[in-house]
């Protein structure tokens, strides 16, 4: 029995869950990287009329919402995140009516619009830093950023011992305007990225205004950009060691997951909530919601962040950071399920993103190599894990987001020369590897042209000469293809009522390396070995990543394949 397919969702019902004020409970949201996703002015730099064009592809493929990395006034040192106007768009992608024009196209499409908010630090170009600097020691304007005096006989040295996540000091010391060597600001990231202090009232005060000024253009919701960081521990202590890259994610760091996060957004939350009235009779708004970025030790201090009074998703680090293996797999669920469950939050669920190796790729490596990863791998292998993988990903309750392009089974492009690549954390001595512009290479449209559909003017980053027959053209309508497996799939998702909204799941008994479990009467087996299984056949068989074939109420599944069944 070959790969089972159904027809894409009609618009009818796509207009119809727009309604649900419960909307985000169940969302497959799509993330684009606008700079790499369409180019409509030929210039070679992704921009919001190209995404806006290509509105009626993600509604054909299935997604419930699209969530768009930055795309404000910035000098572009860390593509985009660092924000030197949160009231603008910065021109490379155009302005403020192709945001509005984008927005209302989206809504009309039954799709809504989920914007970057990055509100732990802005760039060195922001009117306030610039400001700092030029009026020297004693600025109030200093107040809202971390500016501190040096250690040593001369202050040469940096305020405490913290390193950026980019790998270095987390401190620059500033000229001062009489030419002397001056205070040091806090950067967490990169040095043109200064840390806000969130203690000072102005800072509070103008994103609760930049908040208002998104969500009356008519955005769905914000998704925020290091939701762990904005709070610093007081007296900002030294760490004590030095690696401090390799205690994130284990441990509680002074400059990460504070308590104090959460009063921010119990603030936040009572603002969106004004957007987001009940439904009435002749229907209305759906809720707004935040979705937070938040890097935490364990998914149980993840939950904290979506308590009822605070954030409405966060995303699933520990589940991305998951190996292709079975009981790694079972053990994240159960802790997630189980962390959300006292919270009413839903699972969220996720592969891949702008800041990590594709999933193809990361699987088609041996296992414990990390999300950052410089081999191509076994492409045909890390492919099939990557199609099982997603149809396990989609089966689970609750929320799941899918990064562009990988609904066309690309794989990172790990053999781009060092003088493309953009990656700040690149240029850097220590840190991160600095290879996330591998995931970030233009999405390939067409068979040819110059940049393979993406626009007229070539691409900021080279395309690989494969990329075509990965393309949105060679894919479309083709039985198998990886694109129209997460079409089925997400048709599938919308129209099995077990499928989406939940927060638990009834695993059955399996072979070991596979895992199998219930939803009501429908049931997801992943075979995640490199050997075919034989299991019960539970129904009849809706979708699958491979062939799977079929006797005497036995499925023979096979290596790296998921199968979804119904007994309906």
Known sequence: MSQHSADPAPNSAVATVAKRRDWWRDAVIYQVYPRSFADSNGDGMGDLEGVRSRLPYLRDLGVDAVWLSPFYASPQADAGYDVADYRAVDPMFGNLLDADALIRDAHGLGLRIIVDLVP??????????????????????????????????????????????????????????????????????????????????????????????????????FRIDVA??????????????????????????????????????????????????????????????????????????????????????????QYLGTEWDAPELRQVIDRTLEAMRPVGAPATWVLSNHDVTRHATRFANPPGLGT????????????????????????????????????????????????????PAFFRGEGQDGFRDGCRVPIPWTREGSSYGFGSGGSWLPQPASWGE??????????????????????????????????????????????????????CVANTTGESVTMPAYGRVLLSSDEVTEADGEAKVPADTTVWWTAA
């Open 120 to 221: 732990n630090h802005s760039s060195d170009q922001h009117e306030w830093f610039k400001r700092a600097l030029a009026e020297g020691p004693g600025s109030p304007l200093r107040d809202r950023y971390y500016f501190r005096p040096g250690k040593g006989e001369n202050g040469e040295l940096p305020p405490n011992d913290w390193e950026s996540i980019f790998g270095g000091p987390a401190w620059t010391r500033v000229t001062e305007p009489d030419g002397t060597p001056g205070e040091w600001y806090l950067h967490l990231f990169a040095p043109e990225q200064p840390d806000f202090n969130w203690e000072h009232p102005a800072v509070g005060d103008e994103f609760r205004s930049i908040l208002r000024f998104w969500l009356d253009m008519g955005v769905d919701g």
């Open 228 to 317: 762990h960081g904005m709070v610093k521990a007081k007296g900002l202590p030294d760490l004590g060691s030095h690696d401090q890259l390799k205690l994130l994610g284990n441990d509680v760091m002074p400059f990460f997951d504070q308590d104090g996060v959460h009063d921010i957004y119990r603030q936040w939350r009572t603002i969106l909530d004004e957007y987001s009235p009940e439904l009435s009779e002749q229907g209305g708004p759906p809720e707004r919601i935040f979705v937070a970025e938040a890097w935490t030790p364990t998914v149980e201090r993840t939950a904290n962040y979506v308590r009822p009074d605070e954030l409405h998703q966060a995303f699933n680090f």
């Open 372 to 423: 950052q990863i410089r081999t191509a791998g076994d492409r045909e292998l890390g492919l099939r894990r990557a199609r099982a993988a997603s149809l396990l990903m989609l089966a689970l309750p609750g929320s799941a987001y899918v990064y562009q392009g990988e609904e066309l089974g690309l794989p990172d492009v790990v053999d781009l020369p060092d003088e493309v690549r953009q990656d």
């Open 470 to 523: 990965l393309s949105v053209e060679a894919q479309r309508g083709v039985a198998g293809s990886t694109l129209e497996l997460y079409r089925s799939a997400l048709a599938v998702r919308r129209s099995q009522p077990d499928l989406g909204v939940g927060d638990s799941i009834e695993w059955l008994r399996a072979p070991e390396g596979v895992v199998a479990f219930r939803r009501g009467e429908f049931v």
